[in-house]
C-alpha cells in the first residue's frame, strides 16, 4: 500500500518559520512531489512542487521569495521550508506525488498519491 506522510505543522506566529517534511514509499519511482494548501471553505490551491527529471523546483506566486522546496529523490522525501509566514498562510498543507508527466504540476489531477496533510496556522 503506497503510503504518503507529512509532517511538521503547527501553530506559529506571524513571521514566524515552519518546515514541512513528507516521504512517499520508496517503492515508488516518482518523477514529482509537490505541496498543495487548502483553507477553510476554500478549493486546494498549489503551493510548490519539485520535477526530478528536470530538477526544476515551481512555485505559486503567493510563496514565491518566503517558500523552499527541497528533497531527496532516492529517498522520495520533500521539504516545505515555510518563512516569513502570514496569516493567509493558515491552511492544512497536503503532499502530493507523482509518478508520470502528462500535466501541469500546479494541478492536483496531475500527482497520484495524496497525504492527510497537516495544519498550519499562523496567528497576527
Known amino acids: 500500500q503506497v503510503q504518503v506522510v507529512e509532517s511538521g505543522g503547527g501553530s506559529v506566529q506571524a513571521g514566524d518559520s515552519l518546515r514541512l517534511s513528507c516521504t512517499a514509499s520508496r517503492a515508488l519511482s516518482l518523477v514529482a512531489m509537490g505541496w498543495f494548501r487548502q483553507a477553510p471553505g476554500k478549493e486546494r490551491e498549489f503551493v510548490a512542487s519539485i520535477v526530478w527529471p528536470v530538477r526544476e523546483s515551481i512555485y505559486d506566486d503567493a510563496v514565491k521569495g518566503r517558500f523552499a522546496i527541497s528533497g531527496v529523490n532516492a529517498r522520495n522525501t520533500v521539504f516545505l521550508q515555510m518563512n516569513s509566514l502570514k496569516p493567509e498562510d493558515t491552511a492544512a498543507y497536503y503532499c502530493?506525488?507523482?509518478?508520470?508527466?502528462?500535466?501541469?504540476?500546479?494541478?492536483?489531477?496531475?500527482?497520484?498519491?495524496w497525504g492527510q496533510g497537516t495544519q498550519d496556522t499562523v496567528s497576527s
Open positions: 502530493a506525488a507523482g509518478r508520470r508527466f502528462g500535466g501541469s504540476w500546479r494541478i492536483p489531477g496531475s500527482y497520484d498519491y
